[in-house]
C-alpha cells in the first residue's frame, strides 16, 4: 500500500485542481440523456404525445359529423386534412401541455437531484456546478425539442391516414398546399420551441432554487397560467405585449398565403430576452448556493 500510495501523483494545477482532472470530460450530455430517457416519467410522457392524437381522432370520430369542413375556427377546421388536424393538436396543447412538459424537463434537473439526495455526489465526483447546469440544460432542452416534434409527428401521421393530405385551410379562408403546409408546421415546432424558452429559463431557475421538483414544475406551470389568464383581460391593453404567453399561439400566421411574422418576431424576442434572465439568476443562484444534500 504504501508503495502504491508512493507512485500517485499529488501534482495540482494553477487552479487547485489535480493533475490530470479534465472538467470537460465529466457528466457528458450522452450519459445525463441516456439516464433520462430511462426514467418512467419520460417514457410515459412521450407515450402519452404518441396516444393524444389518436384521443382527438377518436373525439371527431365518435362526436357530430363535421368532416371536410372548411369554414370556422381551428376546431371546426380540424378534420379539414391532415396539416389541419396537427394546427389543431398544437392550438388544443399549446395552453397547458406544451408549457409543462417543458416545464417537467427544466423543472426536474437539479431538485430531483437534491431531492434524492445525490446533488452534493455528483459536485463532489468532481462535476465543476456551471458545468453540471449546463449538461442537465442540454439534455432536457434536447428532450424538450423532441417531444415538441413528436407530437405534430404523430398527428400529421394520424391525419393523413384518416383525413388525407389536402390544403391547409386557416380560419381567415386562406388555402395553402400540403408541401407548403409541412414547410409551416415544421416552422410552427421551431417557433414554438424558441417561444417556450421563458418557460425552460424559469424551471431551471426554481429548480436550483428548491429541492423539491413538484414545486419547481409547478411554479413554473402556476406561473404559465396566471400569464395566460393576464393575457384575457383587454384592460391592460398594451402592457399585454410584455406578458411571455402573449405571443405564444403567433404561429397560426404560418397558414396563409401572405405570412406575418411581426408577431412571430416580437414573441421569439421576447421569449429569449425572459429566457436569459432567468438563466443568469439560475447561475448566479447555483453558483453560489449552500449543496446540503
Same mark, same amino acid.
Given at each position: 500500500?504504501?508503495?502504491?500510495? $508512493?507512485?500517485?501523483?499529488?501534482?495540482?494545477?494553477? +487552479?487547485?485542481?489535480?493533475?490530470?482532472?479534465?472538467?470537460?470530460?465529466?457528466?457528458?450530455?450522452r450519459v445525463e440523456l441516456v439516464?433520462? *430517457?430511462?426514467?418512467?416519467?419520460?417514457?410515459?410522457? *412521450?407515450?402519452?404525445?404518441?396516444?393524444?392524437?389518436?384521443?382527438? /381522432?377518436?373525439?371527431?370520430?365518435?362526436?357530430?359529423?363535421?368532416?371536410?369542413r372548411r369554414s370556422g375556427g381551428f376546431v371546426d377546421l380540424a378534420t379539414a386534412s391532415a396539416p389541419n388536424?396537427?394546427?389543431?393538436?398544437?392550438?388544443?396543447?399549446?395552453?397547458?401541455?406544451?408549457?409543462?412538459?417543458? %416545464?417537467?424537463?427544466?423543472g426536474d434537473t437539479i431538485a430531483s437531484e437534491a431531492s434524492w439526495s445525490s446533488l452534493k455526489y455528483l459536485l463532489a465526483m468532481p462535476v465543476p456546478r456551471q458545468r *453540471?447546469?449546463?449538461?442537465?440544460?442540454?439534455? $432536457?432542452?434536447?428532450?424538450?425539442?423532441? %417531444?415538441?416534434?413528436?407530437?405534430?409527428?404523430?398527428?400529421l401521421l394520424v391525419g393523413v391516414v384518416? #383525413?388525407?393530405?389536402?390544403?391547409?385551410? $386557416?380560419?381567415?379562408? +386562406?388555402?395553402?398546399?400540403?408541401? +407548403? $403546409?409541412?414547410?409551416?408546421?415544421?416552422?410552427?415546432?421551431? #417557433?414554438?420551441?424558441?417561444?417556450?424558452? /421563458?418557460? %425552460?429559463?424559469?424551471?431551471v431557475f426554481l429548480s436550483v432554487s428548491t429541492?423539491?421538483?413538484l414545486g419547481a414544475v409547478g411554479g413554473t406551470v402556476l406561473v404559465a397560467i396566471l400569464s395566460q389568464i393576464l393575457d384575457q383581460i383587454t384592460a391592460l391593453g398594451g402592457l399585454r405585449d410584455y406578458l411571455p404567453t402573449h405571443f405564444g399561439f403567433a404561429w397560426s400566421d404560418l397558414i396563409a398565403t401572405d405570412i406575418d411574422w411581426a408577431n412571430m418576431t416580437r414573441g421569439a424576442f421576447s421569449a429569449i430576452t425572459y429566457a436569459a434572465i432567468f438563466g443568469l439568476l439560475a447561475a448566479r443562484r447555483f453558483r453560489t448556493k449552500d449543496i446540503t444534500s
Open positions: 500500500m504504501a508503495v502504491a500510495a $508512493s507512485r500517485e501523483s499529488t501534482a495540482f494545477e494553477p +487552479d487547485g485542481s489535480v493533475a490530470g482532472f479534465r472538467p470537460g470530460r465529466t457528466l457528458p450530455v439516464r433520462q *430517457l430511462r426514467r418512467r416519467r419520460t417514457q410515459l410522457l *412521450l407515450g402519452f404525445l404518441v396516444l393524444l392524437p389518436f384521443i382527438l /381522432w377518436g373525439a371527431f370520430e365518435f362526436g357530430a359529423d363535421t368532416s371536410g388536424f396537427v394546427v389543431f393538436v398544437l392550438f388544443a396543447a399549446g395552453s397547458f401541455l406544451l408549457p409543462m412538459i417543458v %416545464a417537467l424537463f427544466f *453540471l447546469l449546463r449538461q442537465k440544460a442540454i439534455a $432536457s432542452g434536447l428532450l424538450s425539442v423532441f %417531444a415538441l416534434a413528436l407530437l405534430p409527428a404523430v398527428a384518416f #383525413y388525407g393530405s389536402g390544403e391547409a385551410v $386557416s380560419p381567415t379562408g +386562406d388555402a395553402i398546399a400540403f408541401s +407548403d $403546409s409541412l414547410v409551416a408546421m415544421l416552422f410552427a415546432v421551431v #417557433y414554438i420551441s424558441v417561444n417556450l424558452l /421563458w418557460v %425552460a429559463g424559469l424551471a429541492d423539491a421538483p
